[in-house]
């Protein structure tokens, strides 16, 4: 019986944990760029190669090396999407946040909830909204704590992911950046609890953070932006947040360290008056934590979006200096 158990704990651990092998996409040497080789039709009405993101995804054949876009009309998909080890190298492109949406509702378990599961290495999405509607509305049940659950937008698992113009939406762990080098740009990222949370090495720049725990307080009465889990002094990973805006209603602290070492990194950023004095809260390692300046730079990998839709280079690594503020708990 504890046989089984310990045995049950592990594939649980396996299912979450699923480190995908390292994949280099197809690069056309002589342009020194990634060009798409092929482009696939998402298209609700029937006009398209598919009707579903899933299905697109799941006709791309095995360890394909070429980028491969998805191009996904506009509509409201209802669909849980996973992307698979054996599909990197495929550019997710919606008609823009406003206009391509994919949501599903599953909740309590944070390692299959998401909407979006990508564990692949080079994957990158642009215009697409990403989520999770369970806690959204919020079912209130009144004298009942702890309505809200674990319920998450997109869970990104590879290394060298990048998201332009997208959007995240949740309430509890909105956004996963499980692990690897990440770039966020322009994307909007709502909700209200530990909703920027992992281990990823990632660069949230220009991106929107809005903060909806207003809405729930006082049973709720304040919120928590990220929860990194940098677990040692040589864990690389880290949240930089460049040119952003923090804005919503209610109080929160910036975040909590989910790891001995968590690491955030706020750049050049605007916040509104949401953000409790104290700012970080050092949940499980009080009594651990110190605040430093630092000279350091954080070295991550991001694919440069060329713009005229069919192109992106990798570009690294970027150095970002001039680092104003850094949580560093040990
Ligand atoms: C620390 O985090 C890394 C991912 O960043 C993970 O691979 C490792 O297992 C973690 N170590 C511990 C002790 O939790
Ligand atoms: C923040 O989120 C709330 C709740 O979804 C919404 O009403 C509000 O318009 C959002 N704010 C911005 C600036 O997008």
């Not at 909407?115 to 209130?140: C, E």
């Not at 790891?259 to 949401?274: E, W």
Request: charge should be neutral.
């Amino acid at each position: 019986m504890q046989c089984l158990l310990v045995f049950m704990l592990i594939v649980l651990l396996l299912l979450c944990f699923s480190i995908c092998e390292a994949f280099e996409c197809e690069f056309d040497a002589e342009n020194h760029q990634f060009k798409v080789a092929d482009t696939i039709r998402v298209d609700q009405s029937g006009k398209g190669d598919f009707k579903t993101v899933q299905k697109a995804i799941d006709s791309i054949p095995s360890n394909n090396k070429k980028w491969i876009r998805i191009l996904i009309s506009p509509g409201v998909f209802r669909e849980k999407v996973t992307i698979p080890c054996d599909k990197p190298c495929i550019f997710l492109e919606g008609a823009g946040r406003l206009l391509t949406r994919i949501e599903w509702n599953s909740h309590m378990r944070t390692c299959d909830s998401a909407t979006l599961t990508s564990f692949p290495d080079s994957i990158v999405a642009k215009g697409i909204t990403f989520k999770n509607f369970y806690n959204i509305p919020l079912a209130t049940i009144p004298n009942i704590k702890n309505t809200v659950k674990p319920a998450l937008a997109a869970s990104i698992y590879g290394d060298k992911s990048a998201f332009y113009n997208c959007a995240f939406f949740g309430l509890q762990d909105t956004l996963w950046d499980v692990q690897g080098r990440h770039y966020f740009k322009n994307c909007y990222i709502e909700g209200a609890i530990d909703f920027i949370f992992g281990s990823g090495q990632s660069i949230y720049e220009s991106c929107e953070i809005n903060l909806t725990i207003g809405k729930y307080a006082p049973q709720y009465p304040n919120g928590y932006i990220t929860a990194q889990g940098r677990n040692s002094s040589d864990d690389p990973s880290g949240f930089v947040f460049k040119s952003c805006v923090f804005t919503g209603t209610g109080k929160t602290y910036l975040g909590r360290a989910y790891g001995a070492y968590s690491r955030v990194i706020i750049y050049k950023s605007v916040m509104t008056d949401i953000i409790v004095a104290s700012g970080w809260d050092a949940w499980t390692y009080v009594h651990h934590e110190y605040a430093i300046k630092l000279s350091h730079f954080i070295h991550i990998y991001v694919y440069i979006y060329i713009g005229d839709q069919s192109r992106f280079l990798l570009r690294g690594p970027t150095l970002l200096g001039e680092i104003f503020e850094i949580l560093f708990v040990g």
